[in-house]
């Protein structure tokens, strides 16, 4: 059985049956509890789903898209069939529109908003993410401390810029992480302000695994271990049925063991991975599901 599948279904069942039903900028509800944390060790598992499908290709382009292209360019990730971001892009024009709860008289209104970033920003999901990590080269300072003094403890990627949030469609749900070598071990402390499990959790954390393997890989490491804090883990009430199927799921049909992750081992350097549509550097081995889990969108 995956570890990772029991954590994950453990906090679905605790946030249905201890969670409290609450509005949000979204239009519709959560059922929430206001914290949750795991621990991984990629020493003795690569941590995937296997109640559900979850599509490594596109967990990986996004999150080189981040750290390794370092865009906000929603056409990049369009342009290698990764649709993710695309209810959050930017138009042509410079506007960006939404359905959403507003703030009027201490209620909270639904109203349709239309917030104008200019043209330059134009097909970008303005000043969040890729942007952040390019304009104070994050990936390339951490790799190059890893490398160069490795028991350094201000190994910090901050995502979250006073600066520029304003002028981002949607600030950094996971915001944070920290980055420490123990005993030749590469070991990071990732920390989420927002987490849609159904949605975002899974991928988060194959991502965040996946990167971890990766800068381990080039920096002569091995992989460690991640924890993962997150303040307000929620399950949207559209997103309800399709959770109550996983959880069925686990309890009834056949334990699946994890996969391993295959990484390309002649990379190394970060940004020499492969991020064309066909991820050439990046396999899973054995990898067995149940089979896909359609969930909602909330923006």
Known sequence: MAKWDKDYIELCEKILNEGVEVENRTGTNTIKIPTHHFHFDLEKEFPILTTKQLFIRQAVLEMLWIYQAQSNDVRWLKERNVNIWN??????????????????????????????????????????????????????????????NVHDRRM??????????????????????????????????????????????????????????????????????????????????????????????????????????????DVKDFFDFDNSKDLKDVKLIDYKHHGKISFMISQ
């Open 156 to 265: 910090v990627m901050s995502l979250w810029q006073n600066d520029y949030l304003d002028t981002a469609v949607l600030p950094s749900c996971v915001w944070s992480s920290e980055w420490d070598v123990t005993d030749g071990k590469l070991n990071c402390w990732v920390h989420q302000r927002s987490c849609d499990v159904p949605l975002g959790l899974p991928f988060n954390v194959t991502q965040y695994a996946t990167l971890l393997m990766m800068l381990a890989q080039v920096c002569n490491l091995k992989p460690g271990t991640i924890d993962w804090s997150i303040k307000d883990a929620h399950i949207y009430v559209n997103q309800i049925d399709g959770i109550k199927e996983q959880i069925n799921r686990y309890h009834t049909l056949e334990d699946l063991p994890a996969p391993k992750l295959w990484l390309n081992p």
């Open 87 to 148: 209810e959050w892009e930017i138009d042509e024009n410079g506007f960006w529109e939404a359905t959403q709860m507003v703030l009027e008289n201490g209620e909270l209104v639904k109203k349709q908003i239309k917030k104008d970033f200019g043209k330059e920003w134009a097909h970008t999901i303005g000043t969040a993410y890729g942007y952040i990590v390019k304009k104070f080269s994050m990936t390339q300072n951490l790799i190059n401390t890893l490398k160069t």
